[in-house]
């Protein structure tokens, strides 16, 4: 009988992959980069601030894992690019693209100016996409690839102001369809976590407000918010060879807040 390690090690293993994580040095982003490394995979976190990347990865090494970082503009076409390469570099061309990075600016929609519009598309938006055009046909061609992006509810309902935020990110889910149609016959997968309310520094706004955090865990069938680490089992589910059969989709991992 085969032992239920060597089973869930057959299932769920990133041993020998490699991974590109960004965003990953905060919030949702830092939890999946330490559950992929923790799994077995080579981890190279994609961010702004080289003080908290560096502060993660050394996290991340002395838990003997195999950890680096890229401090990178993602807000600008040369930025992702030069980003991009700089990663691959590191530990070779990735298995695994973890799109987590994002900005949340949502001024009320009559305020909502070209600038505001134009950085959000930048860095929710079109950063995954580049990345996707960049390393998506290497997985192709490999025969193995898996694409994992982060949104928001405010990709399927408008509420506290959604504005670009939530164009951004029902456009990311889009994109994920769009990458699924083309590569998943090439062995790639390209599918969507959606959080609930989670209290991390991007929801820093929510967060401070007491009343509207309880509200928030209300609305969810668990009874509370969400946390950075209820990211962890999805995204080794769908960066391994378990979710193989598993493409294109919108998973919400939110305690049922999408459904309650």
Same mark, same amino acid.
């Given at each position: 009988?085969?032992?239920? &390690?060597?089973?869930?090690?057959?299932?769920?293993?990133?041993d020998g992959r490699t991974a590109v994580v960004t965003g990953g040095?905060?919030g949702i982003g830092r939890a999946i980069a330490g559950a992929l490394?923790?799994?077995?995979?080579?981890?190279?976190?994609?961010?702004?601030?080289?003080?908290?990347?560096?502060?993660?990865?050394?996290?991340?090494?002395?838990?003997?894992?195999?950890?680096?970082?890229?401090?990178?503009?993602?807000?600008?076409?040369?930025?992702?690019?030069?980003?991009?390469?700089?990663?691959?570099?590191?530990?070779?061309?990735?298995?695994?693209?973890?799109?987590?990075?994002?900005?949340?600016?949502?001024?009320?929609?009559?305020?909502?100016?070209?600038?505001?519009?134009?950085?959000?598309?930048?860095?929710?938006?079109?950063?995954?996409?580049?990345?996707?055009?960049?390393?998506?046909?290497?997985?192709?061609?490999?025969?193995?690839?898996?694409?994992?992006?982060?949104?928001?509810?405010?990709?399927?309902?408008?509420?506290?102001?959604?504005?670009?935020?939530?164009?951004?990110?029902?456009?990311?889910?889009?994109?994920?369809?769009?990458?699924?149609?083309?590569?998943?016959?090439?062995?790639?997968?390209?599918?969507?976590?959606?959080?609930?309310?989670?209290?991390?520094?991007?929801?820093?706004?929510?967060?401070?407000?007491?009343?509207?955090?309880?509200?928030?865990?209300?609305?969810?069938?668990?009874?509370?918010?969400?946390?950075?680490?209820?990211?962890?089992?999805?995204?080794?589910?769908?960066?391994?060879?378990?979710?193989?059969?598993?493409?294109?989709?919108?998973? &919400?991992?939110?305690?049922?807040?999408?459904?309650?």
């Amino acid at each position: 009988m085969t032992s239920p &390690h060597a089973y869930l090690s057959g299932l769920f293993s990133l041993d020998g992959r490699t991974a590109v994580v960004t965003g990953g040095s905060s919030g949702i982003g830092r939890a999946i980069a330490g559950a992929l490394a923790r799994a077995g995979a080579g981890v190279v976190i994609v961010a702004r601030g080289a003080e908290q990347l560096a502060e993660t990865v050394d996290e991340l090494t002395a838990d003997g894992c195999r950890a680096a970082w890229v401090a990178g503009d993602l807000g600008s076409r040369e930025g992702v690019r030069a980003a991009a390469e700089e990663a691959a570099a590191v530990f070779g061309e990735p298995d695994i693209l973890v799109n987590s990075a994002g900005i949340n600016l949502r001024p009320p929609m009559g305020e909502l100016g070209e600038e505001v519009w134009d950085s959000t598309m930048a860095v929710n938006l079109e950063a995954p996409f580049l990345l996707g055009q960049r390393f998506g046909p290497g997985m192709a061609e490999r025969g193995f690839g898996r694409i994992i992006h982060i949104t928001s509810q405010q990709a399927h309902r408008a509420f506290v102001h959604s504005g670009a935020y939530g164009v951004s990110k029902g456009a990311l889910e889009s994109l994920a369809r769009s990458q699924a149609e083309a590569w998943s016959p090439y062995g790639v997968t390209c599918n969507t976590l959606v959080p609930g309310f989670v209290m991390t520094a991007l929801n820093r706004r929510l967060s401070s407000d007491p009343e509207r955090v309880a509200a928030l865990a209300a609305r969810t069938m668990t009874g509370r918010n969400g946390l950075a680490e209820d990211f962890a089992g999805a995204a080794v589910f769908l960066a391994s060879r378990a979710s193989a059969y598993v493409t294109g989709q919108s998973i &919400h991992v939110d305690g049922g807040f999408s459904v309650h």
